[in-house]
């Protein structure tokens, strides 16, 4: 009916998929009326049938989560959102997979300008309920219209593993469980960081797979970030821990953060129209730039206002005046992504640091201290999930963690 989840996996795991599927919509049903409900489709690696597979002791499972998304006709009702996640938590339990729900409206969707996550999800999904034509029907969803703020925004949220990594080995746990999060972490980073070099160059797909060819007949990407893409693709596919087993893991965790903060560079470079950009005055020119950003829709300035009110940054001193002004406009999230670079790269020497250590509220700008800072930060403005993550990785943030 769905078409292959995986690309490897035996008819085994693409059953038990195909299980976790059908009960993850019984679910939905249960909750929301038939009329209420446009479309429910699954996205990510096995919404694209280009999923992960694990094998352990000779059996294979789903190596990634379930990713699903619900589009209702309507806004939905108060709490929803909060009753489907506690409804989907016995499935959780009992095939020990993680299941992701995200609820959207048809309008929204229709009015919403392209993310990356928008164009991936037309063309690389699968119906599991509801209308079929509905997502692929979104034909403002293409390529050419991501928004490169967005792009920007995903290279951050996947670099943010990294963060998480750095914290980990501030703790000392490099091994075990420790380890196996850390692996999976930098991979997840890689990747993201090659799709948002893909998309600068002008190459980026929906495809798992079409990225991969991409990215290995890229002659202009230098040949050790290529290298570590493919590895980090394959072990997307099949993971297997066994492959890191001879590495350092430190030695490695500083040379795939010296290669991406390489990448993030160039990307930003393209994205601010700054041919040569270097991280020295790279704080200015990302603020007055975000003064642009969303154009002149009226739910971008509403969100805006909201940020002037709520959002007040104990901004660097030496920042002008138009990059104080894009500093409050684009809330915490914006300010995350301009001191990013600074807490997981730990590039921009002290006024990099510094920036970062105000933006962040950090106790000092040491490297250990901007991390905390950022990950708090992270959880409150971030990622709302992150204070889970947090607290099943056992890490200790300081500020009444």
Aim: hydrophobic share 40%; with cysteine; aromatic share 8%.
């Amino acid at each position: 009916m769905h078409g292959r989840f995986t690309l490897k996996g035996s008819a085994e795991v693409e059953a038990r998929i195909a299980q976790v599927v059908g009960e993850a919509a019984d679910v939905v049903h249960g909750h929301v009326p038939r009329s209420a409900l446009r479309t429910l489709a699954l996205m990510g690696g096995y919404g694209r049938g280009e999923g992960g597979v694990d094998r352990r002791d000779g059996a294979e499972r789903p190596h990634n989560n379930l990713d699903f998304l619900l589009v209702l006709e309507r806004a939905p009702r108060a709490g929803l959102k909060a009753e489907l996640d506690d409804a989907l938590d016995p499935l959780r339990e009992r095939h020990g997979l993680g299941l992701d729900l995200g609820i959207v409206t048809v309008r929204a969707l229709r009015r919403s300008p392209c993310l990356v996550m928008w164009y991936d999800m037309r063309f690389g999904h699968k119906t599991v309920a509801g209308d079929a034509s509905f997502l692929p029907g979104l034909k403002h969803f293409t390529r050419d219209a991501i928004l490169p703020d967005d792009v920007r925004n995903l290279a951050v949220n996947r670099g943010t593993l990294l963060v998480i990594n750095e914290a980990l080995r501030d703790q000392g746990a490099l091994e075990g469980e420790a380890r196996r999060t850390i692996l999976r972490h930098t991979a997840k980073a890689i990747i993201g960081y090659g799709d948002a070099l893909l998309f600068f160059l002008g190459a980026y797909d929906w495809s798992y797979a079409e990225k991969r060819r991409r990215m290995a007949g890229r002659h202009d990407v230098p040949d050790g970030f290529r290298r570590l893409y493919e590895e980090a693709s394959a072990f997307r596919l099949e993971p297997d821990d066994a492959r890191f087993a001879p590495r350092e893991l430190g030695p490695w965790m500083d040379e795939v953060r010296t290669k991406l903060a390489e990448v993030h560079l160039a990307c930003e470079a393209s994205r601010l129209a700054v041919p040569g950009l270097k991280w020295d005055g790279y704080v200015e020119r990302t603020l007055k730039h975000s003064l642009g950003e969303g154009g002149l829709r009226p739910g971008m300035w509403l969100r805006r206002a909201r940020n002037v009110v709520r959002f007040r940054p104990d901004a660097s001193p030496e920042l002008g005046l138009r990059a104080r002004l894009g500093l409050k406009l684009g809330g915490p999230r914006g300010g995350l992504a301009a001191a990013f670079p600074f807490v997981a790269f730990d590039v921009g020497g002290t006024p990099g640091a510094e920036f970062a250590r105000r933006v962040l509220g950090a106790a000092s700008s040491s490297p250990v201290d901007l991390r905390r800072a950022y990950l708090r930060f992270w959880r409150e403005s971030g990622d709302p999930n992150f204070v889970h993550v947090a607290r099943k990785l056992g890490l200790v943030l300081g500020a009444g963690s």
